[in-house]
C-alpha cells in the first residue's frame, strides 16, 4: 500500500541513512561560493569546503522543486504530500514550493516550519512516522506542527563575520558592533534570528545553550539535537550538558549543522535544537 511522502529541504540536518529508511524526499539548495556552486542534498556533506567569508547561499530552483514535488506526487499515488521547509524568513525555499504546489493541483500540503537544522528535521521525521503508519496527510501535516510549535533552536558563532557577510544579521551586527568583544546566544525565535544573551566568550556561550533549551521545553519528553561547524570535541561536551538538563531525554541526536546554514554561522558554531516528543507517537525502535 502506498502511503504519504513527506518532502523537505536540505537544511534539516537529518542523518542520510534515516532520510533513505523513512523515505523522505529532499529539495536541494545551493552554497555559492566563488566561481563555484555546491548543490547541497542534505547528504551528510561536510561544511569545510565552504566555510569561508564571500559564500552565498538560495533555496532551490522553480525547476527543482517541480522535479521533487511531481516524483513525490507519483510515488503518494493519491495519498497525498506533505512538504516541511525551513523558515521562510531565512529561505526562498517556501514560497518556492507554494507556488509550484499550487500550479500541480495534486494534494500538496506545504508546511512553513519556522525553523531550520533538527528542530525542523525533529518535525519532519515524526510526520514520515506517521506516514509510515498510514496516517493521512492532514494527520500527518498537523502531528509535524504540533512538534514545529514547540521546536527551537539556540546557537553559537565563534565569528560574527560569516553572519554579517551572509546579510543574516545586519540588525544584529549594528546591536553588536566588533568593539566589544561579546559572544550572542542566538536564537530562532519564530523563524528569525534574534539575539538572546550576550556574553564574554565563545565558551561561556556554548555552556548556556542546554540550559536555555530545557528552559524552552520545560518538563515535556525531548528530543534534542546537537549540532556544530567543525567542532566536534566543542559538540560532545555540550551533548553531556544536555543529558544534565534534560532528564526526559528521548532521542539525543550529535551531528554537523546542514551545510547551508553552516555556511552563514562559520567554522566553530555550536547549536542546541530541541523539539518535544510527541506522547502518543509511537518511539522508533
Same mark, same amino acid.
Given at each position: 500500500?502506498?502511503?504519504? *511522502?513527506?518532502?523537505?529541504d536540505?537544511?534539516?540536518?537529518? +542523518? ?7 523515505g $523522505? ?5 545551493? *552554497?555559492?561560493?566563488?566561481?563555484? /556552486? ?13 566555510? =569561508? /567569508? ?46 509550484? +504546489?499550487?500550479?500541480?493541483? +495534486? ?12 528542530a ?16 493521512? +496527510? ?5 502531528a509535524?506542527?504540533?512538534v514545529?510549535?514547540? #521546536? ?16 543574516? *544579521?545586519?540588525? @544584529?551586527? =549594528?546591536?553588536?558592533?566588533g568593539?566589544?568583544? $561579546?559572544?550572542?546566544v @542566538? ?10 544573551? =550576550? ?5 561561556r556561550?556554548?555552556d548556556?545553550l542546554?540550559?536555555l ?20 570535541e ?7 550538558l544536555? =543529558? /544534565?538538563e534534560?532528564?526526559?531525554?528521548? /532521542?539525543?541526536v ?19 535544537a ?10 522508533? #525502535?
Amino acid at each position: 500500500a502506498m502511503s504519504v *511522502v513527506v518532502v523537505t529541504d536540505a537544511s534539516a540536518a537529518i +542523518a542520510p541513512e534515516r532520510v533513505a529508511d523513512m523515505g $523522505i524526499r529532499i529539495l536541494p539548495l545551493h *552554497v555559492l561560493s566563488g566561481e563555484s /556552486e555546491y548543490i547541497d542534498y542534505g547528504t551528510g556533506y561536510q561544511a569545510d569546503r565552504f566555510v =569561508k /567569508e564571500g559564500v552565498t547561499t538560495s533555496g532551490p530552483s522553480v525547476g527543482e522543486v517541480r522535479e521533487v514535488l511531481a516524483a513525490a506526487v507519483a510515488e503518494a499515488d493519491g495519498d497525498g504530500v506533505v512538504v516541511i521547509t525551513m523558515s521562510s524568513h531565512l529561505s526562498s525555499t517556501y514560497s518556492t514550493a507554494v507556488a509550484q +504546489a499550487a500550479l500541480m493541483d +495534486a494534494g500538496i500540503t506545504v508546511v512553513d516550519s519556522r525553523c531550520i537544522d533538527m528542530a525542523m528535521g525533529f518535525g519532519v521525521l515524526e510526520a514520515a512516522r506517521l506516514a509510515r503508519a498510514g496516517a493521512s +496527510a492532514d494527520e500527518v501535516a498537523e502531528a509535524a506542527r504540533q512538534v514545529l510549535d514547540g #521546536a527551537e533552536g539556540f546557537f553559537c558563532v565563534a565569528t560574527l563575520d560569516h553572519l554579517r557577510a551572509g546579510g543574516r *544579521v545586519s540588525a @544584529l551586527a =549594528k546591536l553588536l558592533g566588533g568593539a566589544l568583544q $561579546i559572544v550572542p546566544v @542566538l536564537r530562532l525565535q519564530d523563524g528569525r534570528i534574534v539575539s538572546e544573551r =550576550k556574553t564574554r566568550t565563545v565558551s561561556r556561550a556554548r555552556d548556556q545553550l542546554a540550559a536555555l533549551a530545557s528552559q524552552h521545553l520545560g518538563n515535556r519528553p525531548a528530543r534534542v539535537a546537537v549540532h556544530h561547524v567543525e567542532a566536534p570535541e566543542a559538540a560532545e561536551h555540550v551533548a553531556a550538558l544536555v =543529558k /544534565e538538563e534534560f532528564p526526559q531525554l528521548q /532521542e539525543l541526536v550529535i551531528g554537523p549543522f546542514g551545510g547551508t546554514i553552516a555556511a552563514h554561522l562559520g567554522p566553530g558554531a555550536v547549536g542546541v535544537a530541541v523539539a518535544p516528543a510527541l506522547v502518543d507517537g509511537a518511539d522508533p #525502535a
